[in-house]
């Protein structure tokens, strides 16, 4: 009976390490991934919840680590072509519904900057209060990333990114308050890492 109980206990302790050692590539996978990003481009739906309801837009973001962004609306119809572009030195907002109206230097808007995944990379590395989770979504199983956003924001507080355990690729970016209600997601449906941008994505002046 001994020998028996040994062995079992031998077996599930083999078990345990190797369940331990795959959780510790997995994140050292994704670790190593963030940080090696210089580039993406993707395809959403962001979702920005407030207190007189929920609004969801068709997006496309396109982002360079260096600072560099832009996010262009593709659905409602009613703000289809809509952009905000930032070229490391100032912004610019286009309006398709209005007529095409550009924006030169509008303001900063740490809520928009928190909305892309460079944001989140930052956050995160340098967050002191940081936590893993893993969790289980219809994609998949993922691994849930939290870090704390800078600035004392009363609607971007905290922040968790969901990544797919199997393709690495984000899957959910959601935004909270210092309540802990969510305020934005980001739901992805398309995701390049390190691709390459067309010349002249970032330009303010078009």
Same mark, same amino acid.
């Given at each position: +009976?001994?020998?028996?109980?040994?062995?079992?206990?031998?077996?599930?302790?083999?078990?345990?390490?190797?369940?331990?050692?795959?959780?510790?590539?997995? +994140?050292?996978?994704?670790?190593?991934?963030?940080?090696? +990003?210089?580039?993406?481009?993707?395809?959403?739906?962001?979702?920005?919840?407030?207190?007189?309801?929920?609004?969801? =837009?068709? $997006? &496309?973001? %396109? =982002?360079? /680590?260096?600072? &560099? %962004?832009?996010?262009?609306?593709?659905?409602?119809?009613?703000?289809?072509?809509?952009?905000?572009?930032?070229?490391?030195?100032? $912004?610019?907002? =286009?309006?398709?519904?209005? *007529? *095409? /109206?550009?924006?030169?230097?509008?303001?900063?808007?740490?809520?928009?900057?928190?909305?892309?995944? *460079?944001?989140?990379? /930052?956050? %995160?590395?340098?967050?002191?209060?940081?936590?893993? !989770?893993?969790?289980? +979504?219809?994609?998949?199983?993922?691994?849930?990333?939290?870090?704390?956003?800078?600035?004392?924001?009363?609607?971007?507080?905290?922040?968790?990114?969901?990544? !797919?355990? !199997?393709?690495?690729?984000?899957?959910?970016?959601?935004?909270?308050?210092?309540? *802990?209600? &969510?305020?934005? $997601?980001?739901?992805?449906?398309?995701? &390049?890492?390190?691709?390459?941008?067309?010349?002249?994505?970032?330009?303010?002046?078009?």
């Amino acid at each position: +009976m001994k020998k028996i109980i040994c062995t079992f206990l031998v077996l599930a302790c083999i078990v345990l390490t190797a369940c331990g050692r795959t959780e510790q590539s997995v +994140m050292e996978k994704i670790q190593k991934r963030l940080n090696e +990003m210089e580039t993406y481009r993707c395809t959403a739906t962001l979702t920005r919840i407030t207190n007189k309801g929920e609004n969801q =837009y068709g $997006i &496309e973001q %396109y =982002y360079r /680590k260096s600072g &560099e %962004y832009k996010l262009v609306i593709t659905s409602p119809d009613k703000l289809k072509g809509n952009y905000t572009v930032y070229d490391g030195e100032k $912004i610019c907002q =286009y309006s398709a519904s209005a *007529g *095409g /109206k550009v924006i030169a230097d509008a303001p900063e808007s740490q809520a928009r900057n928190e909305l892309f995944l *460079g944001s989140f990379i /930052k956050n %995160y590395f340098q967050s002191e209060e940081v936590s893993i !989770d893993v969790s289980v +979504m219809d994609e998949g199983r993922c691994t849930v990333l939290e870090a704390v956003i800078p600035g004392n924001n009363k609607y971007t507080s905290t922040e968790k990114l969901w990544i !797919d355990n !199997d393709t690495l690729d984000p899957v959910r970016l959601t935004i909270y308050d210092t309540e *802990g209600k &969510e305020r934005y $997601i980001i739901d992805y449906n398309k995701f &390049e890492y390190n691709c390459d941008i067309e010349e002249g994505t970032f330009d303010t002046d078009k």
